[in-house]
């Protein structure tokens, strides 16, 4: 190659023919440059692109289990369990984990999904709020439901009951436990429960049989919630006779002044009297009837004893097995149970009051033996449609029962 300028060809090996071959080597160097990255780049996009895909795969398919898992999840919670025909009582043990407090409700028939229960409580920590005791759990309830009630939780589902003026306590406890409130074991049980009694007001009686809280559980409508504390029931019936009983004794300072200083009863004997007011009366009137002819006999010096069946009723609901004449009970009174010596409830056997209520009475029967009638009445006999014929000595009440039982002969 010639210089431009003079025309004549460098020498070899000159300074300027080393730049020029220099030169030619670094174009050629960043030829080859250009064309390897211009090989590389379709790879490299094509390999970006396919890490995106994978990567948009897997997170759809995750997404898509997770929705899976929460529509599955939410479907479990909210499916019905077995049917069972009534609600199931249980003890419930302290310190179960998921895994056995899903083998225990699969154990009372309240799930046939022992290890989807599992899961379910394990992934809602529902077994760190269970409440240990006594709980009483409906057939076919959802897993969400058994843990609200297990757990007592605000929002459990109410049902409204009325507790009848008259019914005892064992009455009172199967209700509850057909409405699904609580268990009738557990609530009988709470019912006698002397320490919680004593919290409450509730006066100690002389004999152990006799010391609950019969009597004290005002009959009335009420809203409880399923599965309730049956102490939490008990202490709400009290409450509300304790209530009650303010209103009448504020009503009736005379008549509650003049039981105590003339009979020395207390409220437990006010109590205990209304009761059988409440089981004798029929019709309204004669509340106050009934209470005076009480009365008057236990105005007598316990010479003349009450006499009334439905104490002697009452003895085979809170004694059968100290009883012989309870032996195929069929809720009626007899002669037999009447003079039983062991029924320490008779007031055929016992001298003036009953040891304690035989039923639950209502304001006005509590209130008849407040403001009974002025009467000189000692006997009352039924002759039919809820009412008695009064009489004033024990001939002219022979006389009445012959007419009575005349009459019924015709």
Known sequence: MS??????????????????????????RNVRKRVHRARRRPARAGRTRWWRAALLVVFGGLLGFAIAVVVVYRRFADEPGPLTSRPVAVSWPEGLDAAEAAGLLADLELTDAPAAMAVYLRATAAPD???????????????????????????????????????????IAERLDTQGVCARGAFLHASANRELLYALGVEPAELPVADTAEGYLFPATYRFALDSDPAAVVSRLVKETNQRWKGLVGTHPAGWERLQAELELGRRQVLTLASMVEKEAVVAPE????????????????????????TAIYGCHAMPEQISACQGFDGKASPALNRDPDNLFSTYVVDGLPPGPIANPGAASIEAVLAPA?????????????????????????AAVKRLRERQAR
């Open 129 to 171: 709020c269970f409440q240990p005791g006594p709980h009483l759990l409906p057939g076919g309830a959802s897993p969400r439901t058994l843990v609200a009630l297990l757990c007592r939780q605000d929002g459990r589902t109410t049902v409204k009951l009325t507790i009848p003026e008259g019914f005892h306590r064992f009455a």
């Open 3 to 28: 210089d431009r300028k003079t025309g004549k060809r460098p020498k070899r090996g000159g300074p300027r023919t080393r730049k020029l071959r220099q030169r030619r080597v670094t174009q050629r």
């Open 287 to 310: 509340r106050p009837i009934i209470a005076s002819v009480f009365i008057n006999r236990l105005k007598d010096g316990g010479l003349e004893r009450l006499q009334s069946d439905p």
């Open 374 to 398: 002025d009467t000189e009445y000692l006997y009352f006999v039924a002759k039919g449609q809820g009412q008695h014929e009064f009489s004033e000595d024990y001939a002219a009440h022979k």
